[in-house]
C-alpha cells in the first residue's frame, strides 16, 4: 500500500507560477505510474499529465501541454508538478494518483488505486 500527500498549493495571480509535490509513503513508486488531476465544484476529475515512474516520461493534457511540467527526485520518492504561465482556469484542487496504468489508460482516472488529499490551485485575473 502506498500513501500520497500533496502539497504546493496557494494562490498566485495569473502569469504566476507554482510547484506541487506529490510524495509517497509505504513504498516506493517502482513501476508504477503517477498521474496529476484537478477537480472543481460540480464537475469531473480532470487528467492534467502523467509520469511513468521508472523511466520517467511523461505526457500532458493539451489544455496544460507547455505550461506544466512533470518530474520525479528518486531520492525522495516525489513526483512534482511544475505550473508556469498560470491562467484563472487552472483554479482547482489538484490530486495526485497512482497504480500501475497502461500508457493508453494515463488519462482515466478509474484506473488509478491511491490517491492523495489534494491541494487547493487559486489563480486570481
Known amino acids: 500500500q502506498v500513501q500520497l500527500t500533496e502539497s504546493g498549493g496557494g494562490l498566485v495571480q495569473a502569469g504566476g507560477s507554482l510547484r506541487l509535490s506529490c510524495a509517497a509513503s509505504?513504498?516506493?513508486?517502482?513501476?508504477?505510474?503517477v498521474g496529476w488531476f484537478r477537480q472543481v465544484p460540480g464537475k469531473e476529475r480532470e487528467f492534467v499529465g502523467a509520469?511513468?515512474?521508472?523511466?520517467?516520461?511523461?505526457a500532458y493534457s493539451d489544455s496544460v501541454k507547455g505550461r506544466f511540467t512533470i518530474s520525479r527526485d528518486r531520492t525522495k520518492n516525489t513526483v512534482f508538478l511544475e505550473m508556469i504561465d498560470l491562467k484563472p482556469e487552472d483554479t482547482a484542487v489538484y490530486y495526485c494518483?497512482?497504480?500501475?496504468?497502461?500508457?493508453?489508460?494515463?488519462?482515466?482516472?478509474?484506473?488509478?488505486?491511491?490517491w492523495g488529499q489534494g491541494t487547493e490551485v487559486t489563480i486570481s485575473s
Open positions: 494518483g497512482t497504480t500501475r496504468v497502461v500508457r493508453s489508460a494515463w488519462h482515466e482516472v478509474g484506473q488509478y488505486l491511491y
Open positions: 509505504g513504498r516506493t513508486f517502482g513501476d508504477y505510474t
Open positions: 509520469i511513468r515512474w521508472s523511466a520517467g516520461y511523461g
